[in-house]
């Protein structure tokens, strides 16, 4: 499975700090308590793991820390056999350390082109709303990214690819965002991927969140999106506008968005034509990795190797990878499938 070659589209950089970084990192800046380890631990919703994110977002204080925290998240997404990844850094929560947004997004930058010249692995960033920060700071990011696409590189490619929707659905509904993403993803360059369809506090808004992603934010690709199954409305506006679900499968069990992990949508959303991709989203939270997912939906999810292999293949195809990358793996992912 770790052969298989792999493109990570739902990563929280923050959120997949190692736990022994944390660990470091707050002995180093003598930031305490160090918050409990809640890996594999289910959770009622967002709030339930805050400490831990913020914590990770709360010991990035020198340039030294990002530089880790980044190769650390390249290294770990090559022992999972991923060849490119599109990391979404919560930088709002600590950019007042390293000089305001900009400067910030250009650390995270230089970070990137460092880690994957060690690597060998990919990296392009997502610059993401958090939904309770509200408008004004949404179109404030909306600017910064217009600015970074004219000005910042990894490896001499554009360094921003994605402009996401992160935190809490329950009231934020995607409809305020708007103006910002229309001034982000305006030119084309930057592609809209929200986060819809993970947690709703209301049977149905789950749904209506994905159509609203889509149909508001002009989603090309979606975090999670899984609240879409069984909504005919929803699952027909995914096949027709071929949005792709960035799916997380051990992150919706422990936030009980599934009841099992043998109950999830995945294979049934990919069997409906549904382009869907494979994401670890916070290893620190969950005690997961990309090639842990692709276990899991192997030996829990039930998916055989053709379906596996579909879902690495819309990794790089709904990807902002170069094309000549893309084709260089969707051509290695054929011949894993012919020997497997």
């Known amino acids: 499975m770790r052969s298989l070659p792999k493109a990570e589209l739902h990563l929280h950089l923050e959120g997949a700090m190692r736990r022994s970084t944390l660990v470091d990192l707050c002995q180093k800046h003598q930031i305490s308590p160090v ?3 809640k890996a594999q631990q289910r959770f009622d919703g967002f709030g339930a793991f805050v400490d831990v994110y913020l914590a990770s977002c709360e010991c990035l204080r020198e340039p030294e820390d990002i ?8 290294q770990d997404a090559q022992e999972s056999g991923a060849t490119w990844i599109e990391v979404a850094p919560s930088f709002s929560f600590y950019a007042d350390r390293f000089g305001g947004p900009f400067q910030t997004l250009a650390l995270l930058a230089k970070a990137a082109e460092k880690a994957e010249q060690t690597t060998g692995v990919g990296i392009a960033l997502i610059v993401s709303i958090e939904r309770q920060l509200g408008t004004k700071a949404a179109e404030d990011l909306a600017a910064l990214v217009q600015k970074a696409t004219g000005e910042l ?19 934020f ?11 982000a993803c305006g030119s084309y360059k930057v592609k809209s991927v929200p986060h819809a369809g993970e947690i709703a506090p209301f049977p149905g808004d789950g749904a209506k969140s994905v159509i609203d ?24 506006l995914l096949l027709k506008q071929e ?7 051990s992150s919706n069990f422990f936030l009980k968005v599934v009841p099992t992990l ?30 842990g997912e692709y276990q899991v939906c192997r030996d829990k999810l039930q998916m055989d190797d053709s379906t596996l ?7 790089f195809e709904h990807s902002c990878a170069p094309d000549d990358l893309k084709t260089k793996n969707l051509r290695a992912i054929d011949q894993w499938l012919a020997s497997s």
Do not use: W
């Not at 992603?213 to 027909?236: F, S, T, W």
């Not at 292999?309 to 990794?315: D, E, G, P, T, V």
């Open 262 to 291: 043998e109950s999830h949508p995945l294979p049934k959303m990919v069997e409906r034509g549904i382009p869907c991709t494979i994401n670890a989203d916070d290893p620190l939270l969950f005690g997961c990795d990309l090639l």
């Open 153 to 171: 590189t990894i490896c001499g490619r554009q360094a921003v690819v994605g402009f996401g929707l992160h935190g809490p659905e329950e009231g």
């Open 173 to 183: 509904p995607p409809a305020p965002f708007q103006k910002a993403f229309e001034k």
């Open 213 to 236: 992603a889509i149909n508001v934010l002009r989603a090309h690709r979606l975090g999670h999106g899984v609240l879409a199954y069984g909504n005919d409305e929803a699952m027909e």
């Open 243 to 249: 949005v792709c679900l960035d799916v997380c499968p």
């Open 309 to 315: 292999a579909k879902c690495a293949k819309s990794s």
């Open 35 to 37: 918050p409990e380890d």
């Open 67 to 74: 530089f880790r925290l980044m190769l650390e998240v390249a």
